[in-house]
């Protein structure tokens, strides 16, 4: 039988890293004599990747860009982002114990992110979490990315599992709308950034703490599944 597969968002659900992205983000705002973004402005600056978070932050203060400046924005965010990394990202309470009794129950763990997939390695490296994944892929791993389904197909295929066996978890409405379009299970996480209740997009379940993660858990979400039709 195929090993179920855990299927991990990485910014606000793995890995607190809203710091870090705020600091970089700032500092490209800053090449420009823009003001800061706050932390509150994080919860819908982040989610589809680097690229949309600074066209976000740029509509945001009303800043007329020509879209060549994007990709000269982008590098410097990146040049500033890899270079402090991990900085103060730390994986969230919980998180390391949860992945612990999923492996040892024989379950798979994956990444699905819409980060770059090298940003993503980089930033699972530096902390130590790399190996734990049977695949991590990233917003430009596959030719669509979150919400799209084919990302979360993608990488329970490359992670070498079924989606008959696959749930997903993340913080945003990316998530919870890929893992639906890829018909497998929701887990959602209210401690992400989101600026909208994550009840609002309907996960099959809300957890509050890793704590409450457990093979259990997964395979009545993919059992419920299967008897629902
Ligand atoms: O960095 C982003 O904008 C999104 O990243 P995530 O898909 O891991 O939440
Ligand atoms: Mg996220």
């Known amino acids: 039988m195929t090993s179920s597969l855990v299927i ?3 910014d606000g659900t793995l890995i607190h890293t809203a710091p870090d992205l705020m600091a970089s983000l700032n500092h490209v ?4 004599g823009l003001a800061p973004v706050t932390f509150e402005d994080m919860t819908w600056l982040v989610g589809q990747g680097a690229k949309v978070m600074i066209e976000r932050a740029w509509s945001h203060h009303g800043y007329a860009f020509a879209p060549e400046k994007l990709e000269t924005a982008f590098d410097a965010f990146l040049v500033h982002y890899a270079a402090e990394m ?5 994986p969230y309470p919980g998180l390391l114990a949860a992945l612990d009794r999923l492996e040892a129950s024989g379950m798979k763990l994956a990444v699905c992110t819409n980060k770059t997939e090298a940003l993503a390695r980089r930033l699972l490296d530096s902390l130590g979490l790399t190996g734990r994944f049977a695949a991590i892929t990233g917003g430009d791993t596959f030719a669509v990315r979150k919400p799209h389904g084919e990302h979360v197909l993608g ?3 490359m992670a070498g599992a079924l989606p008959a066996n696959a749930v997903m978890i993340g913080d945003s ?6 893992a639906q379009n890829a018909a497998v299970p929701a887990i959602a996480v209210p401690f992400g950034y989101s600026d909208k209740p994550v009840s609002d997009f309907n996960p099959d379940i809300i957890i509050n703490h890793f704590d409450e993660l457990d093979a259990d858990m997964v395979r009545s979400l993919i059992e419920s599944r299967h008897t629902a039709g």
């Open 155 to 157: 990488t329970i295929e």
């Open 8 to 10: 991990f968002d990485l």
């Open 29 to 32: 705002l800053a090449l420009d």
């Open 173 to 178: 409405i990316n998530d919870i709308l890929a």
């Open 86 to 90: 991990p900085g103060h990202s730390q």
